[in-house]
């Protein structure tokens, strides 16, 4: 603002005015450096400011002012050499002078105690002469604990003054916020700082016992009679504390299980758990008795009891860790149990507390497991035998397996023979069959040929498949070969017969080339057959009898 606003005129727009002579805008810098370190500066002088006031001198002072002019001139003939500038709060970074004192509260409502000593820590930092008050948390104490005030520079008197390091001593009372502070030790360092720089310090004081605190200390009397065993300790020791036992359990079908018995420490109650084994057939149910306190003796009754739960006051005693012992038999809610061995920690806790105990782990029998053969259940009519087995010996089948080089060198050879039906029924009569035999597989397949006027749907009469022998057990099943298919011969296909009437020229050639395998009996009926056909230079019959080209 300019400095005519200053002379009379009103502050309202168009009465003031701004210096035109003025042509720094910048803002003043509020930081200075000096060696180095950044400190605040004094703002300077400028239009529109008022400038600071000197101290009036007296006459004495002008006289001595006077005096020193030509030292304040030329300055003094020896000048002595001055350390460097270090600021404070660089000297004394991280320097804290920490003090031990307490103070004093009344308790009013309290017949108990009058009042209560309660300590705390004073920290007093150089770098910037704060201060802060921390009280020591003590647990369970029921007191909002922790800071009580925070750090910083701590009001001395009314005058605005604040407190200094040289403030501070020992035995002495220091009052903040109307709370009297009594000073009674310090650490090493604020003894070892307070000597360097020549401050004397008192001597320390002992720090004064609550009253309260070391009255809980001493036992209060109890006029009640204590209980015989006190549950509050046995949870505080003995918690997650688990005594194990592994034992046999024999079970009413003569078969013997494993166990494992836990004793639970905390509140007497006992757990009973079944092993299970992979493949056991059994449901993986986890608990076999649930956590209970199991009684051992009971009261003696006059009259029958009418309730499934037993209170406190019908037990006599309970099952306790003494009733516990490695190679006997213990009986739980009816069912016996064989304990034969433990863990290390029941065996350590045995033979602290229970040392008369002997806990050695007894030797099971070892139970010899006969190799058991896999009994193929019979055959039941669907689908092949080589099919059904493979779901017999694995829960996914797999294809049975083939051989790949007969296969290979048999791949579509086809013998084909001419059966007809024999049945007793009449309307059977006069059906032809195409009888089909594949050498790769060593599979027979059957078709009808068509019949005129005889009300018979031709076609497929049997897939593909392999037709045993009758009389074969399943065990050892014979399937039929082309041994077996002589001219005139009787072939039962799943209780139907058919007589082979004719074949191919083809089935002559091939079982001639394998004629150290096939019976005499079966070539000469085929030579008598098919020689007899081409003798008479019959290519085909025209009734369908079999002939290379018709089949």
């Given at each position: ?7 009379g005129l ?5 009465y003031?005015f701004?210096?035109?002579t003025?042509?720094?805008f910048?803002?003043?810098?509020t930081l ?6 950044p400190?605040p ?6 239009i529109?400011q ?5 101290v009036?001198?007296?006459p004495?002072?002008?006289?001595e002012l006077?005096?020193?002019i ?5 300055g003094p003939?020896d ?10 709060h660089?000297?004394?970074?991280k320097?804290?002078?920490r ?7 009344e308790i009013?409502d ?5 009042y209560r000593?309660r300590?705390?820590?004073?920290y ?5 002469d704060?201060?802060c008050?921390f ?7 029921g007191?909002?604990q ?10 001395k008197d ?7 390091w040289r ?9 903040v916020y109307?709370?009297k ?8 360092f ?5 000597e360097?720089?020549?401050?004397v310090l ?5 720090m004064p ?10 036992p209060?009397p109890?006029?009640?009679?204590p209980?015989q ?5 046995q949870?505080?020791?003995?918690d997650?504390k688990?005594?194990?036992f592994?034992?046999?359990w024999?079970?009413?079908?003569s078969?013997t ?7 639970y420490l905390v509140?007497?109650?006992v757990?009973?758990r079944e092993?299970h084994k992979?493949?056991?057939?059994r449901d993986?149910l986890?608990i076999?008795?649930?956590?209970q ?5 009971i ?7 009418c ?15 003494k ?6 038999t213990?009986k739980?809610?009816?069912?016996h ?16 507390n229970?040392p008369?105990?002997?806990?050695k ?5 070892e ?8 009994e193929?259940?019979?055959y039941?009519?669907?689908?092949s035998?080589?099919d059904?087995l ?11 397996k ?6 290979l060198e048999?791949?579509?050879?086809v013998?084909h ?5 024999d ?6 009569e006069?059906?032809r069959f195409i ?5 790769a597989d060593?599979m ?6 068509p ?7 031709p076609?497929?009469f049997?897939?593909k498949?392999?037709v045993?022998k009758p009389?074969?057990?399943v065990e ?9 298919f002589?001219?005139?011969a ?5 209780s ?7 074949a191919?020229?083809?089935v002559?050639?091939y079982?001639e ?5 096939i019976?005499?009996q079966t070539?000469?009926s085929?030579r ?10 019959q290519?085909a019959d025209q009734?369908g009898e079999a002939?290379e080209?018709?089949?």
């Amino acid at each position: 603002m300019s400095k005519w606003n200053n002379h009379g005129l009103p502050f309202f727009p168009g009465y003031t005015f701004w210096d035109v002579t003025k042509s720094a805008f910048h803002r003043p810098q509020t930081l200075g450096y000096k060696n180095g370190f950044p400190l605040p500066s004094r703002p300077a002088v400028g239009i529109g400011q008022e400038p600071l006031l000197s101290v009036q001198l007296t006459p004495h002072d002008n006289t001595e002012l006077f005096a020193e002019i030509p030292n304040l001139t030329y300055g003094p003939a020896d000048q002595a050499v001055h350390a460097d500038f270090i600021p404070a709060h660089v000297a004394f970074d991280k320097k804290v002078l920490r003090y031990y004192a307490y103070f004093v509260e009344e308790i009013l409502d309290s017949p108990e105690e009058e009042y209560r000593v309660r300590p705390v820590v004073i920290y007093y930092y150089l770098e910037d002469d704060s201060m802060c008050i921390f009280e020591p948390r003590l647990e369970n104490s029921g007191i909002p604990q922790g800071g009580r005030i925070k750090r910083q520079r701590l009001p001395k008197d009314e005058h605005g003054e604040h407190y200094q390091w040289r403030d501070l001593n020992l035995a002495m009372d220091l009052v903040v916020y109307g709370v009297k502070y009594h000073i009674t030790q310090c650490d090493a360092f604020t003894k070892e700082f307070m000597e360097r720089e020549g401050l004397v310090l008192n001597e320390p004081e002992p720090m004064p016992a609550d009253p309260y605190s070391k009255r809980r200390q001493i036992p209060q009397p109890n006029h009640t009679t204590p209980p015989q065993f006190d549950r509050v300790f046995q949870f505080l020791t003995m918690d997650r504390k688990v005594l194990r036992f592994f034992a046999l359990w024999h079970d009413d079908e003569s078969e013997t299980r494993r166990v494992s018995i836990q004793y639970y420490l905390v509140d007497d109650t006992v757990e009973i758990r079944e092993v299970h084994k992979p493949n056991s057939g059994r449901d993986p149910l986890p608990i076999l008795m649930r956590r209970q306190r199991l009684p051992k003796k009971i009261k003696p009754e006059n009259f029958p009891s009418c309730v499934l739960e037993m209170s406190l006051a019908e037990v006599d005693e309970y099952y306790s860790p003494k009733d516990f012992q490695l190679g006997q038999t213990v009986k739980l809610l009816g069912r016996h149990f064989k304990l034969y061995n433990c863990d290390a920690f029941t065996k350590e806790y045995y033979q602290k507390n229970h040392p008369d105990l002997e806990m050695k782990p007894a030797e099971l029998p070892e139970k010899v497991v006969m190799p058991q053969a896999k009994e193929i259940p019979p055959y039941n009519g669907f689908g092949s035998l080589e099919d059904s087995l493979q779901n017999c010996l694995s829960l996914i089948p797999e294809p049975h397996k083939i051989d790949v080089l007969k296969f290979l060198e048999n791949n579509n050879k086809v013998l084909h023979y001419s059966v007809v039906l024999d049945s007793q029924y009449p309307e059977d009569e006069g059906r032809r069959f195409i009888l089909s035999y594949c050498l790769a597989d060593d599979m027979i397949s059957i078709f009808e040929k068509p019949t005129k006027n005889s009300g018979i749907i031709p076609g497929k009469f049997l897939k593909k498949t392999r037709v045993p022998k009758p009389g074969s057990t399943v065990e050892n099943p014979e399937f039929y070969s082309p041994a077996d298919f002589a001219i005139g011969a009787t072939v039962e296909v799943f209780s139907r017969r058919f007589v082979l009437t004719d074949a191919d020229y083809y089935v002559l050639t091939y079982l001639e080339s394998i004629s150290s395998q096939i019976p005499s009996q079966t070539l000469d009926s085929l030579r008598q057959k098919l020689g007899v056909r081409i003798a008479n230079n019959q290519p085909a019959d025209q009734n369908g009898e079999a002939a290379e080209p018709s089949l």
